[in-house]
């Protein structure tokens, strides 16, 4: 059974592109989180989502982000306009139900 | 979700016992404690969880006081590579319901040869 996916590993953008991030979660799950850290610092919670459903994004910016999760196909984090503030390792984590999340190894986005 | 406090460093020989700790003095009745790593940059890794009972799996053992109150991780005969950075997080878990996790500043534990 393969891990939660992410691509890519690593992306570069200029400020004021967009960037977006895939997650493909393991198989049989429905749960999926971002998670955003930020260089020496912890582990943020951004969004959490169910199959075509945003369930928790108290953890997202107001502006310029947004995550899907669609009916087929992985979970994408989208991030327009990107600032230099953005930079970060962003982790998706998977779930079956309520209980253990499994993360991925993460995009570390750099913008120039 | 309750908050946890950790010591922020440990030192742990290899082969030895590393004994992470853990406060969580207001937990409730309906929150899990759950121990997750994170080695270097990776992703953070599952390690336990439990609610009162101690419970043990093949990576480490979650001894709960009897309060809740505290919660010890241990790592039986540590390696080099559980040098990382071990996070407390306690949480509420409804049956068909998931939530996020929280995570804090952690301990980041060191073994030395």
């Known amino acids: 059974n393969a891990g939660v996916m992410q691509n890519p590993r690593h992306l570069v953008r200029r400020r004021g592109q967009e960037a977006r991030l895939r997650c493909s979660p393991m198989?049989?799950?429905?749960?999926v989180y971002w998670y955003r850290q930020l260089p020496e610092e912890g582990l943020k919670f951004m969004v959490y989502l169910q199959k075509e459903n945003i369930i928790d994004e108290s953890g997202m910016p107001k502006e310029r982000f947004s995550a899907e999760f669609p009916k087929e196909g992985p979970s994408i984090l989208r991030i327009q306009q990107v600032v230099r503030g953005d930079s970060a390792a962003y982790f998706c984590?998977?779930?079956?139900?309520?209980?253990?999340?499994?993360f991925g190894p993460g995009t570390r986005l750099t913008v120039t | 979700d309750a908050k946890t406090t950790q010591p922020p460093s440990m030192d742990c020989a290899e082969g030895r016992a590393a004994n992470l700790p853990c406060n969580h003095s207001?937990?409730?009745?309906?929150?899990?404690v759950y121990w997750y790593r994170q080695i270097h940059s990776q992703g953070p890794q599952y390690i336990i969880h439990?609610?009162?009972n101690n419970e043990t799996n093949e990576m480490a053992s979650l001894i709960i006081t009897e309060d809740r109150k505290s919660s010890t991780l241990i790592l039986p005969h540590a390696t080099l590579r559980d040098t990382a950075v071990y996070y407390c997080i306690v949480r509420v878990v409804y049956t068909g319901t998931a939530s996020k996790l929280t995570f804090g500043t952690g301990t980041r534990l060191q073994v030395t040869l």
């Open positions: 198989k049989g799950h429905s749960h």
């Open positions: 207001t937990i409730s009745g309906n929150e899990y």
């Open positions: 439990g609610l009162k």
């Open positions: 984590a998977s779930s079956p139900r309520a209980y253990e999340q499994y």
